[in-house]
């Protein structure tokens, strides 16, 4: 391969977007040619200040278009219409909220900087499993495991007793993720663990929503009374709905 | 939901439309759900994302604006640039994001797409509704315009305020 041949292909390689074979001839004309591999970083750099430049959605935007889609959807969905029939209108309707629960979950997945964070998370936790440090602090009761945050984190984390919803506590720890301290709780599902990873956010709270499953486990993310919370384990979708349902009705009683 | 703000924050060149395009394309996509083949979720959305703002803009008779720049890349070919300028430049967020905007839409869509929401060129031939290679030639040719937009932007210490 030439510098010609290269400089056509140079994007397509930087893109991974080229076969194996091409990429790897690519790769050893760069390693070759000096001009084309400053070329090269070049593009690189050009590439992740492009990403750098995504635009943030704006607060409360999510809220308006629920609101708005709640709207156009009574209306719409339950006036009767000669070409629809009931079943068809309550397909419609389900259609309606899987679509909007998909899309509006996604908060944490699309973009590069929730990507990291959601894949720190998620070694966090296999960490966890596979390490000796499952937890600094261990304890079953959360008098000896809410203080023992204290002085460690620049908040205070709700701790909940879940044993009697079958979600014992079983410790704590500090963890350092997306460049902050945090909170990761420790609970036990039969033999399994959740660690429900907390954090103070100046968000709108948000329902409880899965995130497609990281390396096999499953992500439920939720925002409620200035905090986000991240619960990730090997339990299966349902079982976790139910711990992040348990462990939001103790933190926030009213609710 | 930020892939869709995105894309029409983009496209449309400032917040106020994007919010509104993004309220009209989820109603739009509930209202075509049954038209949903499959696929990529995300692709779909931003497909219809894409058509809202393409008919609301036409509606404002901007298209014009769209479809031009043919012509005026091939000049920009050859220019050298230099690297070290232009590796400070793209470091400048403000500097990027002007930078992107003064892109004809149809090398602007392809590089977001790319760039911000990592699709692959198959997925963005099928979101733009052209072919793989005409992807490949607009990404390419966007990125050699944004290079050299970022190495001619005036020194912004000297120049206005950043």
């Known amino acids: ?255 | 939901m930020d892939a869709a703000y995105n894309l029409a924050r983009w496209l449309t060149g400032n917040e106020h439309d994007a919010r509104d395009m993004v309220q009209e394309s989820f109603l739009r996509a509930l209202k075509f759900f049954g038209n949903f083949r499959g696929g990529d979720a995300r692709a779909w959305l931003l497909t219809i994302v894409r058509n809202t703002v393409y008919t609301w803009l036409k509606r404002r008779q901007t298209r014009d604006h769209l479809l031009q720049a043919e012509e005026d890349m091939e000049k920009f070919e050859d220019v050298s640039v230099n690297p070290e300028q232009l590796l400070e430049r793209s470091a400048n967020i403000k500097l990027v994001r002007d930078a992107i905007a003064q892109l004809p839409a149809e090398f602007r869509e392809v590089v977001v797409l790319r760039e911000m929401e990592n699709f692959s060129y198959k997925e963005i031939a099928d979101i733009v509704g052209v072919r793989i290679g005409t992807v490949m030639s607009r990404l390419a040719r966007g990125r050699r315009q944004l290079q050299l937009i970022l190495s001619q932007s005036r020194d912004i210490s000297g120049g206005r305020a950043s």
């Open chain 1, 1 to 255: 391969m030439n510098c010609e041949d290269l400089h056509r292909l140079l994007d397509a390689h930087a893109d991974d977007e080229l076969d194996p074979l091409r990429s790897a001839e690519a790769e050893l004309h760069l390693q070759s040619c000096n001009a084309c591999s400053a070329a090269y970083e070049n593009l690189l750099a050009l590439k992740r200040s492009i990403s750098a430049a995504h635009f943030p959605t704006p607060d409360g935007l999510r809220e308006s278009v629920l609101t708005g889609v709640r709207r156009t959807h009574s209306v719409a969905t339950f006036t009767p219409h000669r070409d629809f029939r009931p079943w068809l209108l309550s397909g419609l309707a389900i259609a309606a909220s899987v679509l909007l629960g998909f899309f509006l979950g996604q908060n944490l997945s699309p973009r590069s900087s929730n990507q990291a964070l959601l894949a720190e998370i998620t070694d966090s936790h296999i960490r966890s499993l596979f390490g000796t440090h499952l937890t600094d602090v261990v304890s079953f009761d959360q008098h000896t495991v809410r203080p023992w945050f204290e002085g460690k984190l620049d908040f205070a984390p709700p701790v909940e007793d879940l044993s009697g919803h079958e979600f014992p506590l079983v410790g704590g720890r500090v963890e350092y993720i997306g460049g902050r301290p945090v909170a990761a709780l420790v609970y036990q599902r039969r033999k399994h663990f959740i660690n429900l990873f907390i954090w103070p956010t100046g968000g709108t709270a948000k329902p409880v929503a899965a995130i497609k499953p990281q390396r096999g486990y499953n992500v439920l993310h939720w925002r409620m009374a200035g905090m986000n919370y991240s619960a990730v384990s090997e339990v299966n979708e349902d079982d976790l709905r139910k711990f992040a349902a348990a462990f939001s009705g103790a933190a926030n009683p009213s609710h």
